[in-house]
């Protein structure tokens, strides 16, 4: 048990002929304001498993309250006791939610396997009454804000036809466990199969899901998942599968950080933001976006006036600099509230240094293509258009930038490289293009692979540079500018006569190159209408 969490064991919320059906209920120790909530379902075949025992317990240190309950199993009872048993306890911790300090507007449901396929029904089915009408309560919507299932069971018609080679079971047998919780063989009684199956009752109101699924699970096919996610985009529902190449049924210690970020992530958004009533007066919001070893890693976002969640707006997400060893995201906050007062959604986005987690500008590499990665994986529910993505910084934040949109280094293990981390723009601020010279205990091979002047490529995203006159990078700018346009990319460089690095942070040339940042987005049609920064002093940028 984590410290800090206050667990309260075998909380009754029915009672059914005699038997006393329980939940455990996970609260962080100190809290403020209500607490969203995720249920935790268990797998286990319908027909063993208990609630002894939760992954989502870790959600309690970020503000989480978690119910793990327990069901009828098969043995006991047939479908769709199951999923009336589950919605019962959804409605009691509803019910109590003034006892134990839960926001009832804010549910989300998380399962495995056959607790997988119980809360995808959870999510799809609301306000079916064979799945109601039983227990207490019923006053209390049982419906769910969002839905995280791994590999969970949905058509048990197709999974034997769609079973790996080494699948250890005949779904379609008398015995089978989805035959044992229907009541009788699957094949034989199909009307009772499609009951159970979550697809059958997805319409455009269902929550928004996150499937997780191995590519070789031997237990359940891995085209369940597919089928699923498949109906959810068809009705127009959030849905994002992720699959993890090599998983089996259940993930190993190895997939568990990148897990519990992904899933954080997941549910901060939908129950902590899932609207434009719930941002504070300033539209800033953190996200944790990361997990490592050397802690978590966190994005501030600054969401324009008049934001939706339906927008689909331009976003932005600044680097700061600090030579990879230092520095913190307040180095950008100035451009970054400009940009959202232009409309943009903006992102700050902290890093791997080697002062506070002890690591080299490989990690910070891999961390800024994370970032860029996790505001594309969200942009549907940050209001942002995944097309439309900007990465900018300085100095080391202005290479990190660079990196991610040009350099061929292997992203971080087990994230779902089928979302792109490349930004489609990037603004850099007298970036550090090449790393042969630089003091790191990095071999030469290492750092050609994050030096960006050594991978211009054709085709790659337009680019606009910042260097003063008189910084020793300005040459790298130089030669960087020069390969580029040598193969017809369009990168743009501006110069500051007299100035030396780090120029931009200082006024007025913070605001100019503020205004030739925005001129430039202007003319891609990110922005529209004239910059509105102010220059308290005139000064130039002069166009190399």
Known sequence: MPDGVKHLSDLEYAKIDGRSLTLDLYLPEKTSGKLPVVVWVHGGGWQSGNKNSTPAVYLTAHG????????????????????????????????????????????????????????????ATKNIAEFENAHGNREYDSHIQAVVDFYGPTDFLQMDAHAPADSRIIHDAPDSPESRLIGAPIQENKDKVQKANPITYITKNAPPFLIVHGDKDPAVPLHQSQLLHAALTKAGVSSNLWIIPGAGHGFGAEHRDTLERRILAFFDIHLKDSSTETLPPDGLRQFVYKKTSQGDLQVSVHFPDGWKKTDKRPAIVFFFGGGWKQGTIEQFRYQADYFAKRGMVTLRADYRVESRHKTTPMEAVEDAKSAVRWLRANAETLGVDPNRLVAAGGSAGGHLAACAGLTQTDDATLEDSRISSRPNVLILFNPVLRLENEPFALSEEKKRAISPVQHIRPNAPPILLFFGTEDRLLAQGKEFIQKSKSIQNSCELFVASGQTHGFFNRSPWREATLRQADRFLIALGYLSGEPTVELNEKVELIRD
């Not at 998380?110 to 119980?118: D, I, K, N, T």
Request: proline share 3%.
């Open 64 to 123: 989480y309250a978690v119910a793990s309950i327990s069901y009828r199993l098969s043995g006991v009872a047939k479908f769709p006791t199951q999923i009336q048993d589950c919605k019962a306890a959804v409605r009691w911790l509803r019910a109590n939610a003034e006892k134990y300090n839960l926001d009832p507007a804010r549910f989300g449901a998380w399962g495995a396997s056959a607790g997988g396929h119980l809360v995808a029904l959870l999510g």
